[in-house]
Nanobody, 123 residues
Framework: QVQLVESGGGLVQPGNSLRLSCAASGPSLNHYSFGWFRQAEGKEREGVSCISASDRRTYYADSVKGRFTISRDNAKNTVYLQMNSLKPEDTAAYYC????????????????WGQGTQVIVSS
């Protein structure tokens, strides 16, 4: 069983930054990829970024490319999402997820989810 706990969300002005953290617990975490998704009110959940297990390859949605950076600290079992140059359209609940097998950044490729952390970008 994998448990994921996100933190770091909050209210921030446009142009500013936030760093989200995802603390993971469970077996063999270092062997799995992790992803970040977000869901704005009234919209479907969408993939933001993911990072692979061993070689730490990363992938970003076009909407966040160049502004967000995903990383992981295997010693701490923690995945991060550094979000810079935030825009109002980044407002959403952000979810960390554990990828069950190598694949694309789509919901059904992930089997465990955190409870989410809210990010509000507003002046």
């Amino acid at each position: 069983q994998v448990q994921l706990v996100e933190s770091g969300g909050g209210l921030v002005q446009p142009g500013n930054s936030l760093r989200l953290s995802c603390a993971a617990s469970g077996p063999s975490l270092n062997h799995y990829s992790f992803g970040w998704f977000r869901q704005a009110e009234g919209k479907e959940r969408e993939g933001v970024s993911c990072i692979s297990a061993s070689d730490r390859r990363t992938y970003y949605a076009d909407s966040v490319k160049g502004r967000f950076t995903i990383s992981r600290d295997n010693a701490k079992n923690t995945v991060y999402l550094q979000m810079n140059s935030l825009k109002p359209e980044d407002t959403a609940a952000y979810y960390c997820a554990h990828m069950k097998a190598p694949g694309a950044l789509v919901i059904n490729a992930f089997d465990y989810w955190g409870q989410g952390t809210q990010v509000i970008v507003s002046s």
